[in-house]
């Protein structure tokens, strides 16, 4: 268990803080805990305490019931940790902002407005001036290549479109972090494989600070900096990896022996979690 | 024959879908089977006229009472009662109704009193209103207030519970206040179940319309109907009735278009 972040944390956080940058987002310590209807307690995360620099695409990859989507939400603000505390940009988490952005993983485009206003909701929001917005939604607009659909509902557009909406209202706010929670999951492969290149090339032109949760791994190693391979009960950091392949990625890259072979350690790593809970 | 062999097995196969002549041509076939058996059994004096009139004869009682102006009289006496009635409710129990789904304070409170009384029959409360408030106008507008009232705060609190939490989240996400969520997310996200809601209803208020007015009114398409009972007046009785139910078809396409307008963006 060689985790980077867990050394990390046996310093003093006085001792830690002054010579490295300090950390977009750092997970302190957090656990999670529900009561359930038999009321016996659940831990759905306990004591997980990781960090991700500034700029870093950072992958949360697990199985399911391990709390890697909770991590998103208490990092969003959408839910209170039992114990522990978020800081994104020095900030502690209290509360949903905007400069923590999140695309979901059902549909949550507004609709009954077009794409244009559904990306300038955050901006509306902001009070930005309407020719501003203008300027920031057409911009967006071009990244996710739905220039032609700026006046469409989004009953008229495919989910993948609807994801790639979701993600440019995202950006359109220009939030510290982007946390995505399974955004491709409801997709089918071939529109999967689109969108993971759509956000390859999104992130190469933003360098936004990035933490993906998916269930995939082929996902986790073709989009990650670094994965962080969580296991469940209790949900915990079972071990953080750096991906050694170079940007910017491309889809051939997966035939790769380091993507293979990082493919086979996170495989392995989730398989003993398997394991453990039999 | 090909083809008409195909229309009998696609009518008699369920969930679908037939060419839209012949879906008129079958609603229409309906009314002319409809008619058609009136005619002969009123025209063919199969039936006593006392007891049903023949077409021609609801016609010119319809031309009869439209041109001395009675008609018209009790149609907006009707009319204006259900309006203020509908509206009046409406205004309340949307956003009332918006808040107990939304809210569960506001839904803890209301729903044990609002389940209670959703169930008791407004007709029992004819006699009470009567006593309090006279045989009136207010009268008429109070039973349907109460008939529709309670129905459309629970189906509407249902349509703002509908809404999904991720709509709410992402809202937040994007930097939105409590007060925006409710304003800018709810309040739309709401609005197609809304309109659903008081377009299902206008039909209910018609019913404890013809309800109010058959105990208790000097004016409306109900108590013309009474008044015809008195007098064996079947084929008023028989206007009366194909009027209310012209006036609701009228009200429910107005609903219809109302929500193709403002609410087009819904599936």
């Given at each position: ?46 004591n997980v305490s990781f960090e991700v620099p500034d700029q870093q695409f950072a992958v949360i990859v697990g199985p399911s019931g391990c709390g890697k989507s909770s991590l998103l939400y208490l990092t969003a603000g959408l839910a209170e940790p039992s114990d522990g505390e978020i800081y994104v940009g020095g900030a502690k988490v209290d509360g949903p902002g905007a400069d923590r952005g999140m695309v979901f993983q059902s549909y949550t485009l ?169 | ?219 409306g398409l109900g108590y013309i109907s009474l008044k015809a009972m008195r007098g064996f007046q079947v084929d008023v009785i028989f206007l009366a009735i194909a009027i209310i139910g012209l006036l609701g078809l009228m009200t429910d396409q ?14």
């Amino acid at each position: 268990m060689g985790s980077v972040a867990a050394m990390q944390l046996e310093l003093p956080t006085s001792l830690a803080a002054p010579d490295t940058a300090p950390a977009r987002l750092r997970v302190d310590n957090v656990s999670l805990r529900y009561r359930t209807p038999s009321g016996s307690t659940f831990s759905a995360l306990e004591n997980v305490s990781f960090e991700v620099p500034d700029q870093q695409f950072a992958v949360i990859v697990g199985p399911s019931g391990c709390g890697k989507s909770s991590l998103l939400y208490l990092t969003a603000g959408l839910a209170e940790p039992s114990d522990g505390e978020i800081y994104v940009g020095g900030a502690k988490v209290d509360g949903p902002g905007a400069d923590r952005g999140m695309v979901f993983q059902s549909y949550t485009l507004f609709p009954w407005l077009t794409v244009r206003e559904n990306i300038e909701f955050g901006l509306k929001r902001k009070r930005i001036a309407a020719a501003e917005r203008k300027e920031i939604v057409d911009f967006y607009l071009n990244e996710v290549g739905l220039n032609n659909f700026a006046d469409n509902y989004p009953k008229q557009l495919s989910g993948g479109m609807m994801q790639r909406v979701a993600i440019a209202r995202a950006l359109a706010n220009d939030p510290q972090i982007l946390l995505m929670d399974e955004p491709f999951g409801a997709l089918d492969s071939q529109t999967r494989m689109q969108m993971q290149q759509l956000l390859l090339r999104i992130w190469e032109h933003s360098k936004k600070t990035v933490v993906f949760v998916t269930h995939d791994i082929d996902e986790a190693v073709l989009l990650g900096d670094r994965v962080y391979v969580m296991g469940a009960r209790p949900g915990r950091i079972k071990e953080i990896l750096d991906v050694p392949i170079e940007r910017p990625r491309t889809m051939d890259m997966v035939m790769e022996p380091d993507f293979i072979r990082m493919k086979r350690q996170i495989l392995g790593l989730l398989h003993d979690d398997l394991q453990e809970a039999h | 024959m090909a083809t008409q062999k195909s229309w009998v097995q696609r009518c008699l196969t369920p969930k679908v879908d037939l060419p839209h002549k012949l879906t008129l041509a079958a609603g229409a076939l309906c009314w002319i089977v409809v008619f058609g058996l009136w005619a002969i059994l009123s025209y063919g004096a199969m039936v006593p006229s006392m007891f049903l009139p023949t077409p021609g004869d609801v016609i010119s009682a319809g031309v009869r009472l439209a041109s001395d102006g009675t008609l018209g009289k009790h149609v907006f006496a009707s009319v204006e009662v259900v309006v203020i009635g509908f509206v009046v409710s409406s205004l309340v129990a949307v956003p009332l109704g918006l808040l107990m789904g939304s809210f569960r304070i506001v839904q803890a409170v209301l729903e044990p009193l609002v389940n209670f009384i959703r169930y008791l029959p407004v007709t029992s409360f004819v006699p009470l209103f009567i006593l309090w408030i006279g045989i009136g106008l207010e009268q008429r507008v109070t039973v349907i207030i109460f008939g529709v009232f309670f129905q459309q705060l629970v189906m509407i609190a249902d349509v703002s519970k509908g809404i999904s939490k991720d709509l709410l989240n992402a809202s937040y996400t994007l930097g939105a206040s409590r007060r925006d969520v409710v304003m800018h997310v709810l309040g739309p996200a709401s609005l197609p179940g809304v309109l659903d809601t008081l377009r299902v209803t206008m039909g209910w208020a018609w019913t404890y319309l013809v309800v109010a007015e058959l105990v208790a009114a000097s004016s409306g398409l109900g108590y013309i109907s009474l008044k015809a009972m008195r007098g064996f007046q079947v084929d008023v009785i028989f206007l009366a009735i194909a009027i209310i139910g012209l006036l609701g078809l009228m009200t429910d396409q107005l609903f219809r278009i109302l929500r193709l307008k403002v609410a087009s963006w819904a599936q």
